[in-house]
């Protein structure tokens, strides 16, 4: 036999241009780790390791001897091993460009287009967007579209990525309305002017200034690797690695000797399901097969019955075949095809497609496959071969189920997959329903084939397979037997849906859950697939069947367009205004250029110090327990740990001022799955990882088990102190009042997400106990304080470092201060270096979200709409640790009034104390679930009292002057302004009406809208905690350094910084030098978060700034035309020091909660938002169509930067109330650990309009230029989103015949939209009697 397996090979690619070689590759180093630790090659990301997210996005270049072609192609370097890499160039950011040489037009576009803040998942946009490029330079908005779908963004709100990325489109995306015979696209960089003072324009850049994109620029392929593949004799390659040999056929016949002789090894080509299964489900393989380049695996063959692809196809490459073969042969010929194409397009994100194979889907066999419901439908069949000959299957239900006779034998690989051509009379469907519409799992999907008689509508045969249901991809056999010889009509419809409803059988503690909603897709696609067999019956013969109902005509259509329009209208400086000055203007974030070349550095690209170790946690797995013992022996015989540090060795350790009775690692009992119980310290993050899966701890469960808010009720288990405010006499206005109605709503919680993971990296000096701290946080004085609390060293010895966070949004201030302690203690242990960066999984798991909160409210309103008593109780679930629960609880009291002065108000608030991971700051800090539940009953007042909800929130609206229900004044003329301007901008009565007329008109399909004001109250909750500091030094060379003590986590605080600066100095922006903070730097900073971090540092700057000018008075006013490195100069000679501190010390603020009032903010920022939606009755799916929104932002410091703000807090929000679902066990076991089940915004959630205006600029007291802060406020107003998917479902129950008030709790998911749609279909599924079963997943 040739296959040699002898000597290892050496791995031969290239990486950027240069020529990579490895003697002892292994196998289980993954492209991703070896670019950024060995290449150092740090521009690629770390997201989340499973190919969910798209920031570790690079290009991949294979030459191809048999066509003489180059294919290139995006791939996740997380799911490559090296290993596979031979012959293959590798091009990552770094290689496309970078500021010592040259930026790649795609870096420059991104950057100057706004499309970055954090920027850590730019370098992977980049990579999408160039792989596109190389192989279509000019592609079309679908394409665009299709190469990001597998790419997230957690801050910028995807809305200035895709206007960079429209800069490369085809002319023919143009709006196509050229009227007086220009394109809008032709006149979008012109900036309007309008006459209150505001510009508008489409887009923030100028589209002149871009550099073209210039193909010939690029990297040629490696001329040695086209040699290698054309001349090089074809020799199976090995390679060795310390746990696994891979095994490289490159013959058919090398190839099924391997698998003869490892036939439990697996073959891997694409590694998407062999990857994520070896390293999160822990399946491992000590011997991998992974053919390369074996012509039968990729053969293409056109016969006489059908198609027959090539198992190693990648679903990409399927895809283009397809195509190509739709337009080629006649339509009835390929149904199959055309189904199969329908879900090649949403399946997965592009890097998948690209690398994941046909055979590798069909043989997985997940129950979710996308593929194998079409491909058994279809009739295909399986080509086999091993090294006993060849052989055919069939691809059907007995395959699929794993039956024993109708699967490939150990030895045998599949070779091709026959897909047949679909016969006259025959028709195929593809559905398929998704928490998300792109680079998500179906939740359900289906392959449905009818065959009639000819000419006739009697069904001759038909075949239904299900995925999502079961284990595997199931088949409706015996309802489909029972069917043949049936008319295609109603009453098979319904025969049809109850034979499958009794035979897809699903239990009601399935896993997965949503079983209801399961069985309703199950009897809904079944229903649409009838209506499109109808509608094809009828184009071929029109006597068959009668036309379709009117109102059903929408059923049909395609919900999802890609298609995004934005309109941008910003405040216009003075025209007075020096032009050096930056103020007011839309500078890019001075980091946007680093963020897409990659060279941001971010707190893991650090360099790794000598002797530098690396922590990993063991966490609890039980949410309630007595730990009985520990034991860490099998860990400590590992090779490569050095240590396992459990509660023992910090028994006499805490942070007494911070953490509050709060072990920081288990010692006898544990309260929350997660909870940290063991830290284990070795000499590579790979061995620190595998030695925790080694640690065995014995537990005891415990009782009481609380995880959910009516678990803490009803144990009367919250945390103190519980909090009321009561305004007016509540229980005398509910006797005056018309009408009372009450009720409650559940707003789900949210995971931070931020794309870099909780990352630090401690280095101990052993000189006078100094350390350093490297540390991804917006706190480094809490992280500080309490690496010196555990150390029990003073601060003074403790520096804390921060460049910049790869995005943070609450979540990294008390947790990573936690981790950065227990690190330092690693290190003070061990005397080196230790880093500590989390997986996904971990810190979704460990570090807590948002707060879930359950809201009860009475209401009391006249028959107007005046609502003249409200009483409420906000019920938060705070974890099992105090953290910022009872803030989070003050902030929601504070602020659940949103924009309405209710007379009569009493609201109480509990934080709950569960056995769940501890919950913590999050963006908005208890508005956004407090603004939603009042809203939630004024939708309900509006309802009740037979009112448009617009009226309702208008008539109970703050106006002008007066005073909160905690006697706070406010002056709401511009809260009235944005609902007014966003009531005009968004033509909300002409479209409410024409929304009217589609839902008369569709009985299916339904759209909604509404509009929804917000008043967000900006403080920080004490003079202290609003206090900042600066630092400005000024060189002999005029240049300057400044530091304060706010964190760069995406916002662009840097930014407008060094527009302060340059403004009160009056130098321009390049001669400002701004490096990161740190404790060192600035000591005693605040966390930097609620939407205050520029003004008040910026009033720290201003006044460092106005000392120096002070001081240097004297010099400039005698050389008043001097330059900055004359008067430096000057002052040195005249020992005039040229460094000042600046301080502010915050603002005034107090909240008596005893008498429930005070004067706790300082100004507020409003706003208003109108959003459009479409749904699918059906499915509960839905389309964002439109959303406008108006904001008051005072003077903005920099538009763009205030812009994405207000945009990626919006879609944050639309995450919030529409997408983000946390799922728990009945035990406390977290199921949502990463972007596979947790899903966050993508491309596709994107309003398809979006436009964004500010007031006209107004004068606010007290702010850094008469700016407000506008980090947080706009998530609220994703609840438009909300309340428009509420007013399309009302459209479609009222049509159904239910009327009355209903609820909808947050998330509006597609199970829960749909579920609400009650119709027949809903009506026919059977319902477990709640009690009768353990659900998979319960309510927390
Ligand atoms: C983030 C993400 C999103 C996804 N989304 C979707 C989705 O929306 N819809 C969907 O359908 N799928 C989805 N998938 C699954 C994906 O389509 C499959 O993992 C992929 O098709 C498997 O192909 P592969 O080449 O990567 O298989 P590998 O991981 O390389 O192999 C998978 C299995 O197939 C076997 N195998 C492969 N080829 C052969 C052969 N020729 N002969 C015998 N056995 C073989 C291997 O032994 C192994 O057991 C997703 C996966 C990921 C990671
Ligand atoms: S890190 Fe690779 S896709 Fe997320
Ligand atoms: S800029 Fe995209 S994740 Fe922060």
């Given at each position: 036999m040739s296959l040699a397996l002898n000597g290892p090979s050496e791995l031969l690619?290239?990486?950027?241009?240069?020529?990579?070689?490895?003697?002892?590759?292994?196998?289980?180093?993954?492209?991703?780790?070896?670019?950024?630790?060995?290449?150092?090659?740090?521009?690629?990301?770390?997201?989340?390791?499973?190919?969910?997210?798209?920031?570790?996005?690079?290009?991949?270049?294979?030459?191809?001897?048999?066509t003489k072609k180059i294919r290139h192609y995006s791939a996740n370097a997380c799911l490559l091993s090296i290993c596979s890499l031979y012959g293959a160039a590798v091009t990552t950011v770094e290689g496309i460009g970078n500021t010592k040489t040259r930026i790649h037009p795609v870096q420059e576009r991104i950057a100057k287009c706004h499309g970055t803040q954090c920027g850590y998942c730019s370098p992977g946009m980049v990579m999408s967007l160039y792989s596109l490029l190389r192989n279509i330079p000019k592609p079309s908005m679908d394409q665009l579209m299709e190469a990001l779908g597998g790419n997230l963004c957690r801050c910028t709100g995807y809305r200035p990525i895709v206007d960079a990325c429209k800069t490369f489109c085809k002319a023919t995306d143009c709006c196509q309305s050229k009227e007086n015979g220009i394109c809008s696209l032709d006149q979008e960089g012109e900036l309007l002017d309008s006459e209150?003072?505001?510009?508008?324009?489409?887009?923030?850049?100028?589209?002149?200034?871009?550099?073209?994109?210039?193909?010939?620029?690029?990297?040629?392929?490696?001329?040695?690797?086209?040699?290698?593949?054309?001349?090089?004799p074809k020799r199976t390659r090995v390679f060795y690695g310390n746990r696994i040999t891979w095994i490289s056929p490159v013959t058919l016949r090398d190839l099924l000797e391997a698998k003869a002789k490892y036939p439990d090894a697996p073959i891997v080509m694409g590694n998407t399901t062999v990857g994520p299964d070896m390293k999160f489900k822990g399946i491992f393989h000590s011997v991998i097969i992974s053919p390369d380049g074996i012509a039968e695996l990729n053969a293409i063959n056109y016969t006489d019955n059908g198609l027959t692809i090539g198992a190693g196809c990648s679903l990409a490459q399927l895809k283009d075949i397809l195509t190509d073969v739709v337009l080629?042969?006649?339509?009835?010929?390929?149904?199959?095809?055309?189904?199969?194409?329908?879900?090649?397009?949403?399946l997965a994100g592009s890097q998948i497609r690209n690398v994941a194979s046909l055979g590798g889907n069909v043989i997985s066999r997940h129950s979710t496959s996308d593929l194998n419901p079409l491909l058994a439908v279809g009739n295909s069949t399986l080509n086999l071969a091993s090294k006993d000959g060849k052989r055919q299957i069939p691809l059907n239900d007995q395959f699929l189920m794993r039956a024993r006779g109708s699967d490939l034998k150990p030895e045998e690989i599949l070779v091709s997959v026959n897909i047949p051509y679909s016969r006259k009379w025959e028709f195929v469907s593809a559905f398929r329903q998704a928490p998300r519409q792109e680079n998500a799992l179906a939740i359900v999907n289906s392959g449905m084939r009818v065959l009639f008689e000819e000419d006739a509508n009697i069904i001759r045969d038909i075949c239904i397979f299900y995925g999502g249901i079961g284990s595997t991809t199931v088949c409706a056999k015996k309802s489909c037997q029972k069917l043949i010889g049936r008319v295609w009509n109603e009453e098979i419809l319904g025969e049809a849906c109850r034979l499958v409803l009794d035979e897809i059988f699903l239990p009601a503690s399935a896993p997965g859950g949503m079983v209801e909603y399961k069985k309703s897709l199950i009897v809904s696609f079944l229903f649409k697939f009838y209506l499109e067999v109808l509608q094809n019956l009828k184009m071929m013969n029109p006597s068959l069947c009668p036309c379709l109902p009117a109102e059903y005509g929408s059923v049909l259509e395609d919900l999802h367009s890609k298609d995004y329009e934005a309109v941008l209208r910003y405040q216009k400086v003075d025209t007075k205004q020096f032009l050096q000055d930056p103020i007011g203007r839309p500078i890019m974030h001075l980091s946007g250029i680093n963020h897409t070349t990659g060279e941001a550095v971010y707190c893991d690209d650090m360099p790794a110090h000598d002797q530098e170790l690396f922590l990993a946690f063991v966490t609890s797995s039980r949410a309630h327990a007595k730990i009985v013992s520990i034991d860490a022996s099998e860990a400590l015989k590992l090779p490569g740990v050095i240590n396992v540090l459990t509660g023992k060795d910090l028994q006499d350790v805490n942070f007494k001022d911070y953490l509050e009775k709060e072990e920081i690692l288990a010692t006898d009992e544990v309260f929350a799955v997660g909870q940290l119980v063991c830290v284990v310290i070795a000499d590579s993050d790979d061995k620190a990882k595998r030695a925790t899966r080694l640690v065995k701890i014995e537990y005891s469960d415990l009782e009481p088990l609380i995880l959910t808010i009516e678990d803490a009720i009803q144990h009367n288990s919250f945390y103190e102190p519980e909090r009321k405010i009561e305004y007016g006499d509540v229980d005398e206005a509910f006797k005056t009042v018309d009408q009372i109605l009450e009720g409650e709503i559940h707003i789900g919680g949210q995971e931070h997400f931020y794309m870099e993971t909780q990352s630090i990296r401690v280095v101990p000096y052993g000189e006078d106990k100094e350390m350093d701290v490297y540390v991804s946080t917006q706190d480094p004085r809490l992280a500080q304080d309490m690496v010196a609390s555990i150390l029990r060293v003073p601060s003074n010895k403790i520096m804390c470092h921060v460049k910049r966070v790869g995005g943070a949004f609450g979540g990294k201030a008390t947790k990573t201060g936690i981790l950065a302690a227990i690190t330092a203690f690693a290190a003070k242990k061990t005397g080196c270096p230790v880093r500590c960066v989390l997986e996904r999984r971990e810190d979704i798991l460990i570090t807590g979200g948002r707060h879930p909160y359950l809201g009860k409210y009475k209401v009391g309103f006249m028959n107007d709409g005046r609502i003249m008593a409200l009483d409420i109780v906000h019920y938060s679930n705070g974890g099992f640790t105090l953290d910022e629960s009872v803030f989070v609880i003050e902030l929601g009291i504070l602020k659940m009034d949103?924009?309405?002065?209710?007379?009569?108000?009493?609201?109480?608030?509990?934080?709950?104390?569960?056995?769940?991971?501890?919950?913590?700051?999050?963006?908005?800090?208890?508005?956004?679930?407090?603004?939603?539940?009042?809203e939630s009953c004024i939708t309900k007042v509006a309802a009740q009292s037979g009112l448009p909800p617009e009226k309702?929130?208008?008539?109970n609206m703050y106006k002008e002057i007066d005073e909160t229900h905690y006697k706070q004044e406010i002056d709401a003329t511009n809260l009235i302004k944005c609902w007014n301007e966003c009531m005009e901008i968004s033509s909300y009565y002409a479209r409410k009406a024409m929304i009217e007329d589609f839902n008369k008109k569709n009985y299916w399909k339904k759209k909604g809208i509404a509009i929804i004001p917000m008043k967000f109250p900006l403080g920080v909750g004490s003079l202290a905690a609003g206090q900042a500091a600066a630092l400005v030094h000024i060189?002999?060379?005029?240049?300057?350094?400044?530091?304060?003590?706010?964190?760069?986590?995406?916002?662009?605080?840097?930014?407008?910084?060094?527009?302060?600066?340059?403004?009160?100095?009056?130098m321009p922006m390049s001669n400002i030098h701004l490096r990161g903070t740190s404790t060192e730097m600035i000591p005693n900073g605040n966390c930097s978060g609620g939407s205050v971090?520029?003004?008040?540092?910026?009033?720290?700057?201003?006044?460092?700034?106005r000392i120096l000018l002070k001081r240097l008075e004297p010099i400039i006013s005698k050389n008043p035309y001097g330059t900055w490195k004359e008067w430096a100069q000057e002052a040195f000679n005249q020992s005039i020091s040229l460094s000042a501190t600046g301080h502010f010390?915050?603002?005034?603020?107090?909240?008596?909660?005893?008498?429930?009032?005070?004067?706790?903010?300082?100004?507020?920022?409003?706003?208003?938002?109108?959003?459009?939606?479409?749904?699918?009755?059906?499915?509960?799916?839905?389309?964002?169509?439109?959303?406008?929104?108006?904001?008051?932002?005072?003077?903005?410091?920099?538009?763009?930067?205030?812009?994405?703000?207000?945009?990626?807090a919006f879609i944050q929000g639309v995450g919030l109330y529409t997408l983000e679902e946390l799922k728990y066990s009945p035990e406390g076991i977290l199921y949502t650990w990463g972007p596979e089940h947790y899903k966050i915004p993508s491309f596709c959630d994107v309003p398809a309009e979006f436009n964004i205006s500010f007031l006209p600029p107004s004068e606010v007291a007290r702010t850094l230029y008469s700016s407000k802060g506008l980090g947080e406020s706009a998530l609220f107003l994703g609840s438009s989103v909300f309340f428009a998917l509420h007013d399309a479902i009302l459209a479609a129950r009222q049509e159904r015949g239910f009327s009355g008030v209903f609820t909808l709790n947050s998330p509006l998911t597609p199970e829960k939209i749909r579920m609400a749609c009650e119709d027949k279909f809903t009506k026919m599924v059977p319902k477990d009697k709640p009690g009768s079963y353990v659900p998979w997943d319960i309510r927390i």
């Open positions: 690619f290239y990486v950027n241009g240069r020529k990579v070689t490895e003697k002892n590759a292994d196998p289980e180093t993954m492209l991703l780790s070896y670019l950024r630790k060995k290449l150092h090659l740090t521009g690629t990301k770390y997201g989340c390791g499973g190919g969910g997210c798209g920031a570790c996005t690079v290009m991949i270049s294979r030459y191809d001897p048999g209150e003072g505001n510009r508008t324009c489409k887009k923030l850049f100028q589209e002149e200034e871009f550099q073209p994109l210039d193909p010939t620029q690029e990297f040629i392929f490696p001329p040695e690797l086209m040699m290698m593949a054309e001349k090089q080629e042969i006649p339509e009835q010929k390929t149904q199959t095809y055309r189904a199969l194409l329908k879900h090649l397009r949403t949103n924009a309405y002065k209710i007379p009569n108000l009493r609201c109480r608030g509990l934080a709950c104390k569960t056995n769940l991971p501890s919950n913590t700051a999050f963006r908005g800090f208890g508005y956004p679930q407090a603004g939603l539940i009042t309702v929130r208008m008539i060189y002999l060379d005029g240049s300057v350094l400044v530091t304060h003590c706010g964190i760069e986590m995406g916002q662009g605080v840097h930014t407008k910084m060094i527009q302060v600066v340059s403004r009160e100095l009056g971090v520029a003004d008040v540092n910026g009033m720290a700057l201003q006044d460092a700034c010390r915050g603002y005034e603020s107090d909240m008596d909660w005893e008498k429930g009032e005070g004067h706790p903010f300082v100004y507020f920022v409003f706003g208003t938002a109108c959003s459009e939606v479409e749904i699918d009755c059906l499915t509960g799916d839905h389309k964002n169509i439109r959303t406008d929104i108006v904001m008051d932002v005072g003077r903005s410091i920099n538009p763009a930067l205030d812009i994405g703000q207000v945009e990626g």
